[in-house]
């Protein structure tokens, strides 16, 4: 049977590459063999704490050898892995397991200085909700997490059956994605999507077990977890994760262990060219980036070729509902890769049509971008409603962005259809930090808009308008959002108005707040 669930894939990868470096983590490395066997084991825990086929195991934890462990030991007991983001707040992890039904969390407990398993026990509090079984991440060296005391361990041979039950469509990964309406939203992909998404993106990189990866994007995203641990498999790729972006960390890495592929959005490539100790570090191992989510300018693949040696440098489109859907090639000149998102990806259709249709536009005609294909998600989770709002009855995923493509299929995204932004290859989803702020004493309304940033990309600015006699200021939304949301979303700016643009209908205009420099009705603070 072909390789098309991730417990065969990680069966695979240890016949194939044996000894051979999985995963370098600090001091700790884990061959594929050695992997293969920390995968069972962990798998073998989940199964004694009753997890069955199809329940949902959530992982709150940093990139690192343990990560990849806990996760890939959640298919191989048949279940189903909820990634949750590092940035959360208990409060936004406390409503992901409640929806998803988890029946375990793996948690990294004073990541970033946070005290989340604490975090996790007043949010539920707060909520009224029951807690997951809770399995904090190890310290000690040799161990991935730990286990409640007087756990007896099943025969090894109950998880290979689990594992050997697994089918090609079955729900592997839950990804949660903001959207328009404020609430967020769980993307369900099955194996057989998870893996073939992969295995698309190694071989137009052209990865294989000679090239070390240096994973610096989040596992919990599909770019760190798809385009990451699951091509590290296929290919037999060594990777090597990094939890927390640091510049001079990060070419260290680099240097020590001859990185060959390194992703990552646009700001991670300028912020190393620009670091004033690069010459300091033998950077010549590197031969492969892959980039995206934004606008890339073309004097920056250059540079990456010119003075990083990157031998393959390439842009694509993607996001967690489909997660590679164009992609440059090897041969397309600078300018094709710095301003267009590449070519559809084999296994997929690509159609500009108008918002709300799906009849095609010619090439050069602008329209919202649409795709068809396997790798197109499931659905969202409990959500039918949306997913039929997302995926009509054809099967075309309307993505909500605004391109073009030209005759020969390249596309080129010109603007957003939903008013999602990215902060450092993050979504920020505008009606959901609203939607935190309308529960804020003295807030009337608010717009969330993102702005030009240098080294993200963008940033939120918030416009928001007091209720009369309200005394709050941009400290005060400022600390209210960081107690709710995950950093990354909280805006950087914040301007009081006394109303907000809107047409006809009574729709806030955002595009006339993101284009407005410095309004005169304005109190400008922040």
């Known amino acids: 049977m072909a390789d098309d669930t991730l417990p065969r894939v990680l069966r695979a990868a240890a016949s194939r590459f044996g000894a051979h470096p999985a995963v370098v983590d600090g001091d700790v490395t884990l061959s594929f063999d050695g992997l293969l066997a920390e995968v069972r084991e962990t798998a073998r825990g989940y199964a004694r704490l009753g997890l069955e086929p ?38 936004e992890v406390i409503d992901v397991l409640t929806r998803v039904r988890a029946r375990i969390a793996v948690v990294a407990d004073g990541f970033l200085d946070r005290q989340q398993l604490s975090e996790l026990a007043a949010a539920a509090e707060e909520a009224g909700v029951d807690l997951p079984v809770l399995l904090p991440v190890a310290t000690e060296r040799d161990a991935v997490v730990t286990w409640p005391e007087e756990m007896t361990w099943l025969p090894e041979i109950d998880v290979e059956a689990a594992a050997d039950a697994v089918r090609p469509d079955d729900v592997a990964d839950i990804l949660f994605t903001s959207g328009t309406t404020g609430r967020s939203k769980g993307a369900m992909s099955a194996h057989r999507q998870t893996v073939q998404v992969a295995r698309t993106w190694a071989e137009l990189g052209e990865v294989s077990d000679q090239d070390r990866y240096l994973v610096v ?63 300091d570090f033998d950077l010549s191992s590197l031969r492969f980036a892959v980039t995206g989510a934004a606008v890339v300018p073309v004097a920056l693949v250059e540079r990456m070729q010119s003075e990083m040696g990157f031998d393959l440098v390439l842009t694509a489109f993607g996001m967690t509902e489909c997660v590679v859907g164009t992609m440059c090639r090897r041969g397309d000149p600078d300018d094709v890769v710095a301003g267009t998102c590449g070519r559809v990806v084999p296994g997929l259709e690509l159609r500009i049509a108008k918002p709300g249709a799906n ?3 010619p090439a050069g005609e602008e329209g919202e971008l649409l795709l068809r294909g396997d790798t197109v998600m499931l659905g969202y989770l409990d959500d039918a409603e949306a997913t039929a709002e997302t995926v009509d009855t054809d099967g075309w995923l309307h993505t909500g962005d605004i391109g073009k493509v030209d005759e020969a299929g390249y596309l080129k995204i010109t603007d957003r259809l939903k008013d999602v932004f990215f902060v450092g290859g993050f979504n920020v989803y505008p009606a959901e930090v609203e ?10 309304e608010s717009a969330v808009v993102g702005v030009p940033d240098e080294r993200l990309g963008e940033v939120g600015r918030a416009y928001v308008v007091r209720r009369d006699g309200a005394t709050i200021d941009s400290d005060d939304v400022v600390a209210f959002l960081r107690e709710r949301v995950a950093n990354f979303k909280v805006p950087r700016e914040v301007e009081f108005v006394d109303s907000l643009p809107r047409n006809l209908a009574g729709k806030i205009l955002k595009r006339a707040l993101r284009q407005a420099q410095e309004p005169a009705a304005n109190e400008r603070e922040g």
């Open 54 to 91: 199809g329940d949902r195991v959530a992982v709150w934890a940093p990139n690192g050898w343990r990560w990849e462990v806990a996760a890939l030991a959640v298919s191989y007991a048949g279940g189903t892995l909820v990634p949750l983001n590092t940035r959360y707040t208990g409060h």
């Open 217 to 279: 994007n989040p596992f919990f995203h599909s770019f760190g977890y798809k385009a990451g641990i699951v091509v590290s498999l296929l290919t037999g790729a060594t990777v090597v994760p990094v939890p927390v972006f640091d510049t001079t960390s990060m070419m260290r890495l680099v240097e020590q262990h001859r990185i060959t592929v390194l992703p990552g959005a646009p700001t991670i490539y300028s912020t190393l060219l620009e670091a004033p100790d690069r010459s």
């Open 359 to 361: 009849d095609p536009l």
């Open 435 to 444: 939607q935190v702020l309308a529960r804020l004493d003295g807030v009337v």
